[in-house]
């Protein structure tokens, strides 16, 4: 599925070269060879200062539950939903009219915008108590969708009629922006009278909201209502009782949605793309275009994958590299870890030279002299270099490589223990690989790792911090060894 997302995305995303070719899977990248062809190191272990050893012990603390580290659901296992009995509705008067105020509310907003007096003076303030009235004195919703039709409303934008509770009758469901409500309301029959459940209350942005789609997104024969609402997108479905939210992307500027079945397997995926930089975050010059992919786990959908823009920082490389191999794709995750050691075009990034990034963009601006751009942090490289390394020999080992595993382990011992800035890393790759010897399981040599991330914790900030920007992920201990 993922190499099905992986090229659907790159024809959303669109994204751009960075005039560097994209290094074949190695088990020995050299970061000093000025291209991305790495030859093969010596197997044998090079003279070393020798480096203390980590003992494993009982009382290593148990490994925490990593969310976004999960198996791909398997969506044979969706259970579902048999239609409940057919709704019991009032019985219905065709005499009925209703009466929603639509034609005086326009004509009231006429005048108030001729006079430019507050149009807020002009809503049906009991619109919603109007619909619900009327319906249970046995009206008829499809009087109710003519008057909206009349008014400038379309189906499926501004309202729907389409059964959401599975009980083979239609629902009612409308954006109500004239009443003291700004949301939407579901209108559905219960036990002889019209129930009302309200959703997306009070939001400010309600207005500008529309239907998305009501479709069934998660195979379980429930359709669900998907909102498009200024920066989100919500869904909800009827779990029998009330209508909860299954769906909830929030905060993510997105100029693109689709919501297809990317791999034909009746649950649908929601990718989001053309994500744009956070009008609070105009100086975050790191920031990165990006496409997101959501996807059904079974009780709601949640991130499942991002693909951003070709990095131009190392630590992006890096982040990257850790995302992909969090999700498995283990061959795109040694390929940015070795450009992160191979790729010289890479830019570093420190506090300092955070804080003048920011200088130079505030003084463009403004139109003052620029300050002297600051482009290297040279104690970043051999940190970042010797993460990479470390996290290719865990990738090899997690594939039952161990040869080649141990000779990424040497070679990371050859290159940074007598470096002050990686050495730290050389240290943790120690910890894991002696106390995975003595073992050979995964969970024993992933704790000894954490273990030194968090009595070592300045070993993170390189990685990922407050400083990286925006988008930045904020490295913790259980970061540096995700598997189990």
Known sequence: MKQIIMGLLSGILFLTACGQSTPAPQATPQPDQPTTTSSPLPTDTPTRTALPTATLTASITPLPTIPTFTPTFDVSTIVTVTP????????????????????????????????????????????????????????????????????GQEENSTFAYKDLTNDTIADFVYRDTNSRY??????FC??????????????????LSNILMVKDLNANNVLEIAIKIANALIAYEWDGNSFIEILGIRGEYGNHYQIIDINNDGSMEIILSGISQPYWEPHDVMWRQYSAIYSWNGSTYDLSMKVFEDPTYRFQ????????????????????????????????LSPEIKINLQEVWASQLQGQPIPTPISEDFSEYPRLAAYAYYRIMLIHIVQNHESDAATVYNTLQEKFSNDPNGRPYVEMGIAFW????????????????????????????????????????????????PFR
């Not at 219960?190 to 207005?207: F, M, V």
């Open 317 to 348: 490389t890096i982040q990257d590299a850790d995302f992909a191999s969090k999700q498995n794709e283990f061959d795109r995750a040694l390929n940015l870890f070795e450009e992160a050691i191979l790729n010289k075009n890479l830019k570093s």
């Open 84 to 151: 409940a009995p057919k709704a019991e509705c009032p019985k219905e008067n065709p005499d009925l009219v209703p009466n929603l105020k639509l034609d005086k509310t326009n004509a009231c907003l006429k005048v108030a915008i001729a006079n430019q007096t507050n149009p807020s003076d002009c809503a049906n303030v009991d619109m919603d108590n109007d619909v619900l009235q009327y319906l249970n004195d046995g009206g008829d919703i499809n009087k109710i969708i003519t008057q909206l039709k009349n008014n």
């Open 182 to 187: 700004d949301g939407y309301h579901i209108y």
């Open 190 to 207: 219960n036990n002889g009278k019209y129930r009302t459940e309200s959703i997306l209350h009070g939001d400010p942005y309600a207005y």
């Open 434 to 481: 002696n106390a995975y010897q003595s073992t050979h399981k995964m969970y024993d040599g992933c704790a000894a790792a954490i273990e030194y991330a968090t009595e070592h914790p300045e070993i993170l900030t390189p990685l990922g911090s407050d400083y990286h920007g925006w988008q930045s992920h904020i490295y913790k201990p259980e970061d540096v060894c």
